[in-house]
């Protein structure tokens, strides 16, 4: 008799029989899913066996190849089908940390379902970009969506219908919330001028093309992270645009070429953190980045992600 208690791609001798199949020996909640497939390496016809109401697991492997244990650890989880289901991929993709390009993990442009476990007091947030790199349409996801193609739109939830098969990066934060205590997460500075309003080298600072005067706006870092609109939270005028931006705080921020809830094929997304800054505080000039050109296209709307 052996044990399994861990993914194994190639289990290596037959199983015919599965002792206490009615309750596997694993504590209570820590086991979502467990994928047992007829063939190795995660392939042929695939069982999966569901944590019950009262978090136990169980099921006959008999005739398995190859079993993957997927963990209920606190993070994010893909799934290349509607309701967290799968299509093609062997098993979710999970992941606590972002992720540059999700061609590493053979899941780029398949994620159609997201499923998020907090755990306690620890949030995870993440938000999803269409293009390699955090760049492109983006969305902010705040809690679990069955299909992303369908799913309504929320400031705080899901705030553009980014759709199915089209996520290529992402990015994930933990946030640590204390019922009752308040924390100072620091802020966010938005400039109409470059270099955070400081002089420039060379002349005097300058607005943004089409404004008359420089402006600047304070925005906190909350524990609870929402996508809004940057002329709705700072009162701006249409001509005024972001040029330069301070990140006081441990945070990252991503800037939208359109208003929350209203993204299309043109809008494109650029995220920022505190490593963007090269040590300071200020990103001097975002006009050579792919929110901002002297056409017209400016940072319309914000995400600003808490990084506990």
Not at 30 to 42: C, H, P
Not at 103 to 113: D, G, W, Y
Not at 196 to 223: D, F, H, W, Y
Request: some cysteine.
């Amino acid at each position: 008799m052996r044990c399994i208690d861990s993914s194994t791609g190639k289990i290596g001798y037959d199983i015919y029989e599965t002792k206490n199949e009615d309750k596997w020996d694993f504590p209570s909640s820590s086991i979502l899913k467990v994928f047992a497939y007829t063939g190795e390496n995660y392939t042929g016809e695939r069982t999966i066996f569901e944590m019950d109401d009262e978090g136990n697991i169980s099921g006959d492997i008999s005739g398995a190849k190859s079993i993957y244990f997927l963990r209920n650890y606190p993070g994010i989880y893909l799934y290349d089908g509607p309701n967290y289901g799968l299509n093609t991929a062997p098993y979710p993709l999970y992941t606590s940390t972002s992720i540059a390009n999700l061609s590493q993990f053979n899941f780029n442009n398949k994620t159609q379902s997201i499923e998020i476990v907090h755990g306690g007091m620890e949030k995870y947030r993440a938000v999803v970009f269409t293009s390699q790199n955090y760049e492109g349409m983006c969305s902010l996801v705040g809690e679990s969506i069955e299909n992303l193609d369908s799913a309504s739109k929320d400031q705080w939830q899901y705030s553009e219908r980014i759709g199915n098969n089209s996520i290529s990066s992402v990015v994930v934060k933990r946030e640590i919330v204390t019922p009752g205590v308040i924390k100072d997460r620091g802020y966010v500075v938005f400039y109409t001028t470059k270099n955070c309003g400081r002089p420039q080298q060379g002349g005097m600072a300058l607005p943004t093309i089409g404004s008359t005067e420089i402006k600047e706006c304070r925005v906190n870092i909350n524990p609870a992270t929402s996508h809004s609109n940057i002329y709705d939270d700072c009162g701006w005028e249409e001509g005024d645009a972001v040029l330069s931006f301070e990140i006081i705080g441990n945070a990252g921020l991503v800037l939208s070429t359109s208003k929350r809830g209203q993204s299309d094929i043109n809008t494109t997304c650029k995220y920022f953190d505190t490593s963007s800054l090269q040590g300071g505080t200020c990103y001097a000039d975002i006009s050579g980045t792919s929110v901002y050109n002297f056409w017209g296209r400016k940072p319309q709307s914000y995400i600003i992600i808490s990084a506990d």
